[in-house]
């Protein structure tokens, strides 16, 4: 089969597309012929060797697929082959064939395309145990999206909206804050022509989903109200932060993260079964839609990510396998 593989960390340019033998299933697994791989920020930390801190020569990366069942292990009676599924996987998305364990795997929401679905679950399950399990998201609580317009942020906004939540917004331009409050953002500040701590300083906000840290976290602790939570899944700006931690023990707050991919199997499977339970439906109902920016085929994933890069998109990126 063909993948994509990291041939050591670097740019996009170490992405290579290479001839690799078709994974077998596991008696736990499923084999899937990848219709299409969801692109997320984590591909391309992988790829500079800033994620996970192991060696990645060689390493097919991508976190999120949809496709058919053409394989099925022993002791994973739920799907059949021929079964339309999308999936979150620890590796190997880029790719033409890839296994996972079968629990990881979800049906295609109602409505939504096979394509469509493989920017689902890499986004639900990381929105559902970030803003709904770890800060506990109510409904009637504001809700502070930094990221607004990128893939995992449209979803968030939806899925908060959906559920009772007023959301607010940051994104990188008029279009991008346009795009926020077309998919259920209240408000969106642009952060290139305002200061965000200034422009939302009379909002009481509850939780704040971030991915950009560096001096946001400082902000952020000051936009949240007493007993407001604080939960980052990225550092674009910069790991390090400068914060007072009197804000944290005055207004009883509390700052917490996560990373998705190094969870154990059984805790993966555990959260697909939540996301199925509370997102699916949403999807189903037309409260939770897809919004995909491009598509490229899986031999221009070095240009995928060099748009993602860029962070000119809105929404989703996605290689399709025959596109």
């Known amino acids: 089969m063909k993948a994509i593989v990291i041939t050591q960390a670097g740019g996009p340019n170490v992405l290579q597309l290479q001839e690799r ?38 390493v097919v990366p991508g976190l999120e697929v949809s496709g058919e069942v053409v394989g099925v292990g022993a002791t994973a009676p739920r799907w059949h082959v021929g079964d339309e599924v999308c999936a979150l996987v620890s590796e190997g998305a880029y790719a033409e064939y890839v296994v996972v364990d079968a629990r990881h795997c979800l049906p295609i929401p109602a409505g939504w395309s096979v394509e469509e679905a493989a920017s689902l679950p890499e986004t639900a399950f990381t929105v559902w145990f970030n ?84 001096d946001y976290t400082a902000k952020n602790l000051r936009l949240l109200r007493p007993d407001g939570r604080l939960q980052s899944i990225n550092a674009m700006q910069g790991a390090k932060a400068e914060i007072n931690l009197l804000d944290i023990m005055t207004k009883r707050l509390t700052l917490s993260g996560s990373m998705l991919r190094p969870r154990s199997a059984d805790f993966k499977a555990a959260l697909a079964a939540e996301v199925e339970k509370h997102v699916w439906p949403l999807a189903a109902s037309g409260q939770l839609n897809p919004v995909i920016y491009r598509t490229f085929p899986l031999a221009e994933a070095a240009q995928a990510q060099k748009l993602m890069q860029s962070s000119t998109h809105v929404g989703k990126l996605l290689l399709v396998n025959g596109g």
């Open 131 to 214: 803003v709904f399990q770890k800060a506990a998201l109510q409904p009637g609580e504001t809700l502070l999206v930094h990221g607004g317009s990128s893939g995992i942020g449209l979803t968030v906004i939806q899925v908060a909206h959906a559920l009772g939540s007023r959301v607010l917004a940051t994104a990188g331009s008029a279009d991008k804050c346009r795009a926020c409050e077309e998919f259920g953002a209240a408000t969106c500040v642009n952060y290139k022509e305002a200061d965000f701590e200034e422009a939302l300083k009379d909002e009481a906000i509850d939780v704040i989903f971030d991915m950009v840290g560096g």
């Open 21 to 58: 033998p078709q994974p077998v299933p596991a008696a736990h697994e499923v084999l899937i012929r990848v219709r299409a791989t969801g692109l997320n920020r984590s591909d391309i930390a992988l790829r500079e060797g800033k994620y996970g801190g192991g060696p990645v020569a060689g």
